[in-house]
Structures are given as structure tokens and as C-alpha cells.
């Protein structure tokens, strides 16, 4: 099911370490060949860490690969230290403006998941923020420095009002190395999860001594995390293992009462499909002791064909874009429970960041988006020699 390379890194990826985890590893490392594909592979997957935790521990593995991924693993965690000292000023900051804020996916999740926060890998800081603060919340950061990643200028009050009305979040950088994504709803889809989460039903999370952070209590959590997972085909091992360790960490009793109180039915195939893959990339066999549950096929085999990819992108050309595109919607509708709610795939596309950015339509008129999509995608092409604009990786989430 699983190449050797993958099989490894998953391996590698099993959280907390143990005898057992350590000879699964050990059989593992006795059928790779090419020791330069697992690293790209574990780059690719950002798990570098773990991978470099998990092998230094382990016979026949050449040093050479050891030392490039402890090399790595301590450039990661210099990333990481930068990005927490960010989001502390950024605490501070909308704090200052009586603004309140989740943090998603990154140290809080690490510190539930490991128990520490230098083992998950985060590329950007995504922070949440309740639909109502969002304007406030853009001020305080553009005032403090931070501007759209995708111009390197500021949004103007009505290409912001777009924005929030159409999108779910926006990219902002500050210098080269910081990027933070604000997010004002959970997901662009409807029907799996809510818009947002209300601040009362977050959680407190300690990171050390001096750093405490809010992010989502369970079971949104959970829900959250398996619905992210699932809109991206899973296609990166992080979010599964982030998930795997969050559930190892508590009590069996725990996390099933957790899943069978889940408050937001629609978030329940997704669900289904984070547990299934987590059967079948660490063996944990949590779905199969769940009697009554299972997941649907096409999920399943759709999302190990995606980890299993040697990128995360659709394609070189437009045409094989195109056919991931349309793919990934007829797999992902099957995360839904009505037509309504799956039309709601299309929004990303319809509702383009970058048209929002050339074209600020007033609300009456956002109905042409839909129309100018096609010659605004031409209009974008003709663009892409210009030294003005600043390209910035988008599949690193």
C-alpha cells in the first residue's frame, strides 16, 4: 500500500516513542535505498524533525543523512523560536485593541499533541479571530507592519471588505521570513463545520513559562483538524501525525467521548477519515474498535495516493491543474451531505484572491466574480513576467 520511503517517514512519525515504534522503524530502514528521496520526502511532508528524532536512534543509517537532517531539524527549530517570539508581540498587540484570538494548528497544537512545541513544524502563524474584530484586527497589523503577501502593499478598506465577505482568510508578511495567515472563518465549505468558534469555547494552552495561548477546545478541535485534513487530501503526513499524537495523549475514553459528542454532524465523514487513516498509516486501530463506524472508500484511497505524491502541487501545466482540480471535488463532495453544501467547494475558485485584490467590487455587484473569472485567470497570466509581483508559495499549507 505504502512505497518504502513513506513507510519510513510514517514510521518515524509514530508519537510517543517507544520500544515497539523504534523496532518498526528499525525494519524500515533495513529497505531503503535511496536516503536522499526520504529526506526530500520528509521536507516535503514537514516532519523533518521527527524523521531526525526518531532515525539518529537507529543502526545503517548513513551519517551523512543524519547530519543533514540534524542540520535541518536545528534550522526548523530556529524558525520556530522566531515565530513564537512573533506571535507573542502579536498577542500583545491585538490584546492592546481588546481583540480575541485562537491560535490554529501550531504551538498550542504542539504542546497538546507532544507535550512540547519544538517537534511540529509550522511554516506561517494562523491565528483566528471572531468575524466582527476582523477590521480592527487588519489595522493592528498593518500598522505594526505586516501587508498582503501576495502584493507587499496594503489592502485598501473596501478590497478588505471583499475579502471577508468572500474568503475565509488572508496572507500577511512582514519582512521575508514572518507570515501570518488571519482567519475569520474555519473553512470556505459550509456544512461540515461552522463559521467560527465563539472565544467562550476556546481553551487556555501554557507554552513555557511565560506564553499563554487560546486556541479551540474539544471537540471542535478535533473536528477542525480532521476537516482540514480532509479539504487538503491529507497530502501532507504533518497534519495526520499532529492528529494521531493529539489523540495518543489522551485517554481512550477520552477521545471517543469526544468523537460521540462531536457537536457538528456534518464534520462526521471527516472524522471517520482521519481515524481510518491513522488505522492504516500507524496502526493505531482506533476506527475498527468503533463499532458501527466506517469510512467512505474513495477518501480513503484518494488521500494515500496523495501523501504518497512526490509534491504537493496539482501540476506542471494548466491541463493536469485542471483535471487535480476537478478530481479533488468529485473525492471532497463526498465529505458532504447535500448538493447545497457541495457546491460550496467551488468557492475558492470562483472567489480568487488575487480578483479580489485587482477588482474590489461593491457587495451588489460580487455576483460578476463569478463571470470575470475566466478573463481575470487570462488577465493573471499575461502578469506573470512582471518583476512586480511577489510570488509566494502557497502549498506549504
Not at 36 to 59: K, M, N, S, Y
Not at 118 to 128: A, M, P, W
Amino acid at each position: 500500500m505504502f512505497n518504502p520511503n513513506f513507510s519510513l517517514i510514517a514510521a518515524c512519525c509514530r508519537w510517543p516513542d517507544s520500544l515497539a515504534t523504534r523496532a518498526y522503524v528499525a525494519d524500515r530502514v533495513s529497505l531503503i535505498e535511496d536516503w536522499h528521496a526520504v529526506i526530500e520526502a520528509a521536507e516535503r511532508h514537514r516532519v523533518v524533525t521527527l524523521v531526525f528524532l526518531a532515525l539518529r536512534q537507529q543502526q545503517g543509517v548513513p551519517a551523512g543523512v543524519l547530519a543533514e537532517l540534524s542540520k535541518a531539524t536545528k534550522q526548523k527549530r530556529l524558525i520556530g523560536l522566531a515565530q513564537l517570539a512573533e506571535l507573542g508581540r502579536i498577542g500583545q498587540l491585538l490584546s492592546l485593541h481588546a481583540i480575541p484570538f485562537a491560535e490554529l494548528k501550531g504551538f498550542s497544537l504542539g504542546q497538546l499533541a507532544y507535550g512540547k512545541t519544538d517537534v511540529k513544524e509550522s511554516v506561517d502563524i494562523d491565528v483566528l479571530v471572531p468575524k466582527r474584530s476582523v477590521y480592527d484586527a487588519v489595522d493592528a497589523l498593518f500598522s505594526s507592519g505586516y501587508s498582503l503577501c501576495r502584493t507587499g502593499s496594503k489592502a485598501s478598506p473596501r478590497q478588505v471588505h471583499a475579502l471577508v465577505d468572500l474568503r475565509k482568510d488572508v496572507a500577511l508578511c512582514r519582512g521575508s521570513n514572518l507570515k501570518l495567515e488571519l482567519h475569520w472563518r474555519l473553512t470556505s465549505t459550509s456544512g461540515l463545520l461552522p463559521e467560527s468558534i465563539e472565544p467562550s469555547d476556546w481553551r487556555d494552552v501554557t507554552i513555557g513559562r511565560n506564553l499563554t495561548l487560546q486556541t479551540l477546545a474539544m471537540p471542535d478541535l478535533l473536528a477542525y483538524l480532521a476537516v482540514h485534513g480532509a479539504l487538503h487530501s491529507w497530502s501532507r503526513l504533518k497534519w495526520l501525525s499532529d492528529f494521531n499524537a493529539l489523540l495518543n495523549r489522551m485517554q481512550r475514553e477520552e477521545w471517543q467521548a469526544a468523537i460521540e459528542r462531536e457537536q457538528h454532524p456534518g464534520a462526521g465523514e471527516a472524522i471517520r477519515l482521519a481515524l481510518q487513516l491513522c488505522d492504516l498509516v500507524f496502526d493505531s486501530r482506533r476506527l475498527q474498535s468503533m463499532r458501527g463506524l466506517s469510512c467512505d472508500p474513495q477518501l480513503v484511497s484518494h488521500s494515500i495516493a496523495e501523501m504518497q505524491k512526490p509534491s504537493v502541487r496539482a501540476g506542471t501545466t494548466t491541463r493536469k491543474r485542471m483535471k487535480q482540480v476537478i478530481n479533488n471535488w468529485k473525492v471532497h463532495s463526498r465529505l458532504f451531505e447535500n448538493n447545497y453544501d457541495r457546491l460550496s467547494l467551488t468557492r475558492n475558485h470562483l472567489y480568487c484572491e488575487r480578483d479580489l485584490m485587482m477588482i474590489p467590487l461593491p457587495r451588489s455587484f460580487r455576483f460578476m466574480y463569478a463571470i470575470l473569472r475566466l478573463p481575470l485567470w487570462f488577465a493573471a497570466r499575461l502578469k506573470l513576467v512582471s518583476p512586480k509581483k511577489i510570488d509566494h508559495d502557497t502549498s506549504n499549507k
